[in-house]
């Protein structure tokens, strides 16, 4: 028996935060089920129940659509481990992170890296895109490790606040998830904290 197709134009309108919502739980969810290399926006806009239409208004190309949900799904600045001390702070935020590539962003990461590696023009949308997000929460901490006392301001460089997330995603990329928990205790004891105090 075919499979029913649902006509969006039969639903009620969703307009601007509310479809763009809709769009990147979609993208998510096709993303953990399929995978980015069977990753469409026929498949997004039928399971969002939206039309392809608003997601090329917004998202020129699927790079762009499954890096904006891959953001939104990410936690915000407000959300940065606060627990008083550098270590415990830096273990959860890398903790966070590595639950965060065992998901549906993990599976983005790949497919994106894969695809930007042989083609100009996705590896220029990915970097346009790229937020930096990671190194603001890591920054946050070391701000705040800083006003503690624990650690002094000119230890704190862009590339010791990438060094932490990098090895993580190098990991990931490798040997795939999930990442040990070990592997997280020993970046944050013997890389983030001797860089950091030192």
Known sequence: MPEMVT????????????LAAAIYRATLDELAESGYAKLT?????ERARASKASLY??????????????YHSLPSLSEVPD???????LLTMLRRT???LGGPAGEAMRGLLAEALGDETVARTFRENSQGAG??????????????????AES????????????????????????PDRLVVDIVDEVLVPLLTR
């Open 57 to 70: 208004r917004r998202w020129p190309t699927r790079v762009a659509l499954v890096m904006a949900a891959v």
């Open 41 to 45: 926006m026929e498949r997004v806009a």
């Open 156 to 179: 704190v460089t862009p590339l010791r606040l990438d060094t932490g997330q990098a090895l993580l995603r190098q990991h990931f990329l490798f040997q795939g998830p999930p990442i």
């Open 98 to 100: 590595a639950e965060i």
């Open 135 to 152: 190194r603001r929460m890591m920054a946050e901490i070391a701000r705040r490790a800083v006003e503690r006392g624990e650690i002094r």
């Open 7 to 18: 006509d969006h134009r039969k639903l009620p309108r969703r307009r601007g935060e509310e």
């Open 83 to 89: 627990t008083g001390s550098l270590r415990e702070d």
